[in-house]
């Protein structure tokens, strides 16, 4: 079997290299690329991908769009890497379907073991729906819609619709998430128990896994009221809180 083939775009020759040399040695097979157009190109030649390391700021275009660019046609993961601190930066990556971040400077041990569970999380799409199954099978099995706050969940089209008739589409580990929620509505739900349901590693302490999926939803589900319906509760994990019905 080929080796996993990741792309590191950054401007920065030093680090490209470094990234690239460190790797080599897990058995990677790594491209290297200075501008976020160089990346759209290999893209556009259908080169074989299979995770891009992405650089937040490029010398001809920024990384948030560079990575909108590729879903419009691919669900490759992509790790962006940011020398910018600021939530507004990482609440934008998300938006534009970044899987996980990385603040400069890192630790090359870091971004491995990044890598290696979003490969986990990709190679075992199935686990994740066996344990939301698991955590939810406390909720009514015939439901067809969730209604809470001004939103209405549509369980067979994987959709949100809001009262004022706009529709927004949830991916797989959205519906999984938000179904989680639901099933466990005025309850807090704890790290250790998402990262279940979602089939994801909490071992690595810094990663962003959970904040990712988390902050993705929590946009989905924003308005004109700028409700955040998902609430952190300090060091004990995260409340959905407001009541919700269940709709044969």
């Avoid at 590729?70 to 490759?76: K, L, P």
């Avoid at 639901?182 to 807090?188: A, F, G, M, P, T």
């Avoid at 790290?191 to 990663?207: G, N, Q, T």
């Avoid at 004109?224 to 994990?237: A, E, H, M, P, Y």
Wanted: proline share 2%.
């Amino acid at each position: 079997m080929s080796n996993k083939r990741i792309v590191i775009c950054d401007d920065e020759t030093s680090i490209r290299q470094l990234v690239k040399i460190f790797l080599v040695r897990y058995q990677f097979d790594v491209i290297e690329v200075g501008t976020g157009q160089e990346l759209l190109d290999l893209f556009a030649n259908d080169e074989h991908i299979d995770l891009v390391i992405l650089d937040l700021m490029l010398p001809d275009m920024y990384g948030i769009d560079v990575c909108k660019k590729i879903r419009e046609t691919s669900m490759v993961p992509v790790i962006m890497l940011t020398a910018v601190q600021g939530e507004m930066n990482t609440v934008l990556g998300f938006e534009a379907g970044a899987d996980d971040y990385i603040e400069k400077p890192f630790s090359a041990h870091v971004l491995l073991s990044r890598i290696q569970a979003i490969f986990k999380r990709v190679s075992h799409p199935g686990a994740a729906v066996a344990n939301a199954e698991k955590e939810i099978a406390s909720v009514p099995t015939t439901y067809k819609k969730a209604i809470f706050g001004q939103w209405t969940y549509l369980i067979d089209e994987g959709c949100i619709r809001h009262h004022t008739g706009k529709h927004v589409f949830l991916t797989k580990n959205d519906c999984l998430l938000l179904e989680l929620f639901l099933s466990k509505e005025q309850e807090i739900l704890t790290r250790e128990k998402i990262a279940k349901c979602l089939d994801i590693d909490i071992d690595d302490v810094e990663s962003r896994a959970i904040d990712v999926q988390i902050s993705r939803l929590r946009n989905k589900l924003k308005d004109k009221t700028q409700s955040n319906f998902i609430k952190s509760i300090r060091n004990k994990g995260y409340l959905f809180s407001v009541p919700v019905k269940f709709v044969d």
